[in-house]
Every structure is written in structure tokens, then in C-alpha cells.
Nanobody, 123 residues
Framework: VQLQASGGGLVQAGGSLRLSCVAS????????MGWFRQAPGKEREFVAA????????YYADSAKGRFTISRNNVENTVYLQMNSLKPEDTAVYYC?????????????????WGQGTLVTVSS
């Protein structure tokens, strides 16, 4: 599967952005989907994930209460709605696909990565 992320940009602290990731190739609904991010000089980290049907979303502590992951299997798209953004949310955001729900939050176990989209939050 090929993943194409978009929606990043420059936003002021407290603002919102919605990231999108469109999948092509093999059947999108076969995969659990996730979002990760990587800030400059830091390792890539898990942000949010959702299972193949759109259920059981779960989040990193840093994202809870502010971010919402969702997916549309008809449009082959997964979204990350980000509200109340903070400067520490600045990073390149990556979408990811995996077969194993227990693996979708682990960088080393992701099956497919999209290219990143840059989110910059100014203070």
C-alpha cells in the first residue's frame, strides 16, 4: 500500500489542523492505521491509532483530549484532527499502516509508512 499524507502547515498555538492520509494499492480496510511524529533531533514517536473498522482509537498521552483519529474506508483515508496545538507539537507527522493491531503503535513494527507532512506551531 502507498500512503500520501497532507494537511501540514504553520499554525499559531491554540489553533487546529487536520491531517489526511490517502492510501492506494492494496485494500485499505485490511490495515490498522496510525499517526506518528518526529521532531528535530528526536526519535519518531507514536501519536494515535485506529483499527481497521475505525473503532478502538487510542492515543499517546500527549495527544489525549486534543487529537482525534478517524478513517473513511470508502475514501481510503485516515485523518488526524489536531486541536489546541502547542509549540511542542511541532514535528513531521507520518501516517502508518500495519496488519497487527498490537503493533500499530510501535515504530519498528509498522508495515508501511507515508511520507511526512510538516506541522509547525508558533508560540
Amino acid at each position: 500500500v502507498q500512503l500520501q499524507a497532507s494537511g501540514g502547515g504553520l499554525v499559531q498555538a491554540g489553533g487546529s489542523l487536520r491531517l489526511s492520509c490517502v492510501a492506494s494499492g492494496r485494500t485499505f480496510s485490511m490495515y490498522h492505521m496510525g499517526w506518528f511524529r518526529q521532531a528535530p533531533g528526536k526519535e519518531r514517536e507514536f501519536v494515535a491509532a485506529v483499527n481497521w473498522s475505525g473503532g478502538s482509537p487510542y492515543y499517546a498521552d500527549s495527544a489525549k483530549g486534543r487529537f482525534t483519529i478517524s478513517r473513511n474506508n470508502v475514501e481510503n483515508t485516515v485523518y488526524l484532527q489536531m486541536n489546541s496545538l502547542k509549540p511542542e507539537d511541532t514535528a513531521v507527522y507520518y501516517c502508518a499502516a500495519g496488519f497487527g493491531l498490537e503493533d500499530i503503535a510501535t515504530v519498528s513494527r509498522i508495515d508501511y509508512w507515508g511520507q511526512g507532512t510538516l506541522v509547525t506551531v508558533s508560540s
